[in-house]
């Protein structure tokens, strides 16, 4: 973007996803890591954008910018769409900040009580949403490490 503003090209059309998409995807990179550094396993497919870890759970991510609403109250508002059709276990929304600059947190959230809906999420939310709501996916991370009982690696 960079550069084609240098070269004098000034295109009104917003390119924020291209910064989404490279967040989502280091997201990606970063959990893959840190399961397998834990002893789990983790597999990615690009046609269904699914997660695979210890061949048990599935996982999608997505990235959810701020919306600055002209509301009354003049809050940020994040507008996060859960879909059944990518049929994950669970869904980890990547919650970025007011100004879509910096991750400002992380849902997990179970696809089985949120699925095909569309929430609008605020600072702070009712008891049902913000239950899972993280500062990082350490939690997630976790829950699928791996080790060893017995001698014996799972």
């Given amino acids: 973007m960079r550069a084609f503003e240098l070269a004098g090209h000034n ?4 390119y924020g996803y291209l910064r989404m998409r ?3 995807r280091s997201v990606l990179e970063d959990t893959i890591k840190s399961i397998e550094r834990l002893g789990g396993s983790v597999s990615y497919n690009d046609d269904s954008n699914l997660l695979t ?10 990235v959810v910018y701020c919306y600055q609403e002209h509301t009354k109250a ?6 996060l769409r859960l879909r059944a ?10 919650r970025m900040d007011e100004t879509n600059a910096r991750v400002k947190d992380y849902l997990i959230l179970p696809c089985i009580d949120f699925i095909d809906r ?3 999420l605020c600072p ?13 996916l350490d ?3 976790q829950l699928c490490a791996r080790h060893a009982i017995g001698g014996v690696h799972d």
């Fill in 74 to 79: 003049r809050t940020a508002r994040w507008r």
């Fill in 22 to 24: 490279s967040i989502a």
């Fill in 85 to 94: 059709k990518l049929k994950s276990d669970i869904t980890i929304a990547v």
């Fill in 124 to 136: 702070e939310n009712k008891f049902e949403i913000d239950a899972y709501r993280y500062e990082s």
């Fill in 11 to 14: 295109s009104k059309r917003d």
């Fill in 53 to 62: 870890i210890n061949n048990e759970l599935t996982a999608s991510i997505t």
């Fill in 118 to 120: 569309v929430l609008w």
């Fill in 139 to 141: 939690p997630l991370i």
